[in-house]
């Protein structure tokens, strides 16, 4: 018999790492494989091994619908995608794409980083994913 999380998953047994799930529809060459590479080496080590995030490149967990499904069922735990994309799903995250609309790097980061990066993950928690 196996035990179950709350999330749908085996229990791990004492002293294993959780294994997150990333997702992404960009090949290994791509700069999304290196960012993901990156964020997977920091997570460990900053949880002490205790957190590991295992990356699936080239649609390895489906489309980039099946991934956001996944997102909101707890079968995938986090994703890379582009604003692109998720405005089919998030409307209001269309504003990004507008040209110039950061005078630089910093501002948007504080920005998005604020009250109005808050207002769009409120957007995506409503809808069950990202929060």
């Known amino acids: 018999m196996t035990a179950w999380s709350l999330r749908g998953r085996p229990a791990r047994a004492a002293g294993q790492p959780v294994v997150l799930k990333l997702g992404h529809a960009d090949t290994v060459l ?6 993901a590479t990156r964020y997977a080496e920091l997570v460990k080590e900053r949880t002490g091994g205790s957190i590991e995030v295992r ?3 080239v649609g390895q967990l489906g489309s980039m619908a099946n991934v956001m499904s996944g997102l909101t069922t707890g079968i995938v735990d986090l ?4 604003t692109g994309f998720l405005e089919s799903f998030f409307p209001r995250i269309e504003a990004l ?3 110039f609309l950061f005078k630089d790097s910093s501002l ?12 769009l993950l409120n957007d995506m928690a409503s809808k069950g ?3």
Do not use: C, K, Y
């Open 30 to 35: 791509h700069p999304s494989q290196t960012v």
């Open 55 to 57: 990356i699936f490149p």
């Open 79 to 82: 994703a890379m995608s582009t």
């Open 97 to 99: 794409d507008l040209p």
């Open 108 to 119: 948007a980061e504080r920005l998005l980083d604020g009250p109005i990066g808050q207002g």
């Open 129 to 131: 994913s990202m929060a």
